[in-house]
């Protein structure tokens, strides 16, 4: 059953940045703010899932493998990352590298507050840290250190993976420059400053630039909603490429993870290390499934692809929302290099790596973009009794400069999945849905 004329589908396919200039225009400026609210927090699920992610990999190879190997490949996975901001900073670009590191805790949704700039220093209060900070006030490291396990020393396992950054910028730019020193009286906050060494004695950043550096788009519109300044277009605009060097620090790190532990542990490992943190993950994903309509599904993916930065159309088929992703935000512009700092970070160049044969988890091909995985081990997972709320068909994006494709398949529609859908997971038939998720 078809369910938008072509006219809706079209309406329904928009950005809520989209949807929010448009009622800037018309003058609704209660939608505005409505919009607005739901835009600050448009990243929340991908955001909070890629931290949950990068901390219960990491605990799994700190139990498996002991503390010595997950610190030794986390700095290394840091120096990595790390290179091309210390080629910057050794040219000189202080004020540039603070703003760049800047703008990716900006949007950790966590309050920033300047504690000031002097002419040796400029430093930030994170009250609290949106990332580290948001899984110790969580307490989930003591809800379960199985998943989220503490250091030897008590150090947090993601806040550990943020000193190896530090120490890997610092050290490859041959200057104390980044620190990120946790509060002892109030955990979970933190002291962020940055070491003035060319520019020592002059001011970098005015007031004004002080406050734009640290205060998301949303809350700059509301700001100037609020004393009647109607000029907010350039804030609105594709607002959701906001938050993307976040996004693609962490989508960084969990391909270089994969990729040193397919080289060091072999496939059948980094199987185990997608199955057991990431597919286990998705069961959030399932839940919503079973308690959502087709409609408010169908927009909610909408939402999430324009924020997971994929450029994208949708088709609607009979039985399905097909996503011609091109290319997909996190997997398809790593793909084509385009994460992050364009060109800086490929495939064979460095760390990353393709996995070199064929699996279950890479949908029967090789070479495959070792990120992808994932979502090869999800499609087995829903064909095997969960909801088939996000299916990829993996060999559409063949070469990078295809699109990928996903399917969101309706509520009412049979499970009857292609032939090939299963063939490329390593199965022969799919199950019926399980039970606990037909409400």
């Known amino acids: 059953m078809m369910l938008y004329t072509p006219e809706e589908l079209a309406s329904e396919t928009r950005p809520l940045s989209g949807m929010a200039l448009e009622a800037l225009q018309q003058g609704n400026l209660n939608e505005v703010r409505f919009l607005l609210g739901r835009m600050a927090v448009g990243h929340f699920e991908l955001y909070v899932g890629y931290v949950d992610w990068v901390t219960r990999m990491g605990g799994k190879i700190l139990r498996d493998f002991g503390n010595a190997y997950f610190e030794s490949t986390s700095e290394r996975i840091a120096r990595y990352l790390m290179a ?8 000189g670009s202080e004020k540039q590298t603070i703003a760049d590191i800047m703008t990716i805790w900006c949007h950790q949704l966590g309050r920033i507050d300047p504690y000031g700039e002097t002419k040796n220093e400029l430093a930030f209060s994170l009250v609290p840290c949106g990332s580290g900070g948001r899984l110790v006030l969580g307490g989930l490291y003591e809800a379960s250190p199985q998943k989220y396990p503490l ?6 396992l993601f806040c550990r993976i943020c000193q190896h950054l530090q120490a890997a910028l610092n050290e490859q730019a041959g200057k104390d420059f980044w620190h990120a020193v946790p509060e002892r009286e109030r ?64 989508n960084l790190w969990v391909t270089a993870l994969f990729s040193v532990i397919y080289e060091e542990k072999g496939m059948q490992y980094l199987s185990e290390l997608v199955w057991e943190t ?12 079973s308690s959502l309509d087709t409609r408010s599904l169908f927009r909610n993916l909408v939402r999430m692809w324009y924020y997971h930065q994929a450029t994208f159309h949708v088709t609607e088929e009979e039985d399905r ?25 490929r495939y064979g160049d460095g760390l990353l790596t393709e996995s070199r044969e064929p699996d279950d988890i890479t949908f029967q091909r090789a070479p495959f973009p070792i990120y992808c995985i994932h979502c090869a081990a999800t499609n087995r997972d829903q064909f095997e009794g969960k909801p088939w709320s996000f299916v990829i068909e993996g060999a559409a994006m063949s070469d990078p400069s295809k ?25 022969g038939e799919s199950k019926p849905l399980d039970k606990e998720y037909v409400l």
């Open 403 to 427: 699109p990928c494709i996903q399917y969101l398949y309706k509520k009412d529609s049979p499970r009857v999945a292609q032939a090939h859908l299963l063939e490329e997971v390593g199965l």
């Open 187 to 250: 955990p979970g906050f933190c002291r962020m400053s940055f070491s003035k060494h060319e520019t020592r004695g002059a001011f970098l950043f005015s007031p004004d630039e002080t406050s734009r550096l640290i205060t998301p788009r949303c809350q700059q519109a509301l700001n100037l909603l609020d004393v009647h300044n109607l000029e907010i277009e350039h804030l609105l605009r594709d607002q959701h490429t906001e938050w993307r060097p976040l996004h693609d620090l962490l």
């Open 321 to 345: 929302f097909a996503f011609h992703l091109d290319p997909c935000g996190s997997g398809g512009r790593l793909y084509r290099g385009e994460v992050l700092i364009p060109g800086a970070y």
């Open 84 to 91: 091309p901001y210390a080629e910057a900073l050794e040219g």
């Open 278 to 289: 990431y597919v286990t993950m998705f069961e959030s994903t399932y839940r919503m499934y």
């Open 151 to 156: 250091l030897p020393d008590d150090t947090p």
